[in-house]
């Protein structure tokens, strides 16, 4: 039972490339988070989804994009890279078993050049 | 915008002392969260707290809530320096989106 599990940890990009970051989750959980966290200011809400098939904004949502692909993985998509990107992306999820408990992943330090 | 303001950003405390946080939140909530960080590592889930709820404990671990005053705190009694961690909270607003709202966090030194 792996949990959250992200990829990439580590990239680095040009200013304008575009990138996916991936998100899977052996747990069974109905809803699923994209944050961004950054030095000084928590985390952050960049999109969630609450079922398969849905997806909503959160606090920060400009510049990215989600899929939703199936009930085990969430993707998040930079369709052209800017340097206020650069930050330390978390994935988590939740599901009805879990309560209001939120599992995280282990991060991707994404910076843009 | 944020939802919860945490106070004080850093603090420094001896092995064996109490470590005290304090969150403020804007909104109304369903229910508060703590979360740790270690260094370079994901968020861990320490404990929550329903909006019903005025005091929780876990282990070395009290948590309060004061619905009045938009205002909750966590206190780690008998603090180890394997507590050094940054600690959140973070809220989950009374409509029970799972939307999980954080602060900017508490960052908690244990000298040994």
């Known amino acids: 039972n792996a949990g959250v599990t992200q990829t990439p940890k580590f990239q680095v990009l040009k200013t304008g490339q575009s990138m996916t970051l991936q998100c899977a989750q052996d747990m069974n959980h109905n809803s699923m988070y994209w944050y961004r966290q950054d030095p000084g200011m928590g985390l952050r809400l960049i999109y969630y989804?609450?079922?398969?098939?849905?997806?909503d904004k959160g606090e920060v949502p400009n510049g990215y994009n989600v899929s939703r692909l199936n009930k085990r993985e969430f993707s998040l998509r930079l369709e052209s890279a800017a340097p206020s990107q650069t930050s330390v992306y978390f994935c988590?999820?939740?599901?009805?078993?879990?309560?209001?408990?939120?599992?995280f992943g282990e991060g991707s330090w994404l910076t843009v050049v | 915008s944020q939802q919860g303001e945490e106070d004080p950003q850093a603090l420094s405390i001896q092995e064996g002392e109490n470590a005290t946080m304090n969150c403020s939140y804007k909104?109304?909530?369903?229910?508060l969260q703590w979360y740790r960080q270690n260094s370079g590592r994901g968020l861990v889930h320490l404990i929550l707290?329903?909006?019903?709820?005025r005091e929780k404990h876990s282990g070395r671990l009290r948590v309060t809530l004061d619905t009045s005053k938009k205002s909750s705190s966590l206190l780690i009694t008998a603090s180890r320096a394997a507590d050094t961690a940054s600690y959140f909270c973070a809220t989950v607003g009374s409509s029970n989106t799972g939307k999980l709202i954080f602060g900017q966090g508490t960052t908690l030194q244990v000298k040994p």
């Open positions: 707290i329903r909006s019903n709820e």
């Open positions: 988590a999820s939740r599901g009805s078993a879990s309560g209001n408990t939120i599992y």
């Open positions: 989804s609450a079922s398969e098939g849905t997806t």
């Open positions: 909104t109304s909530i369903n229910n």
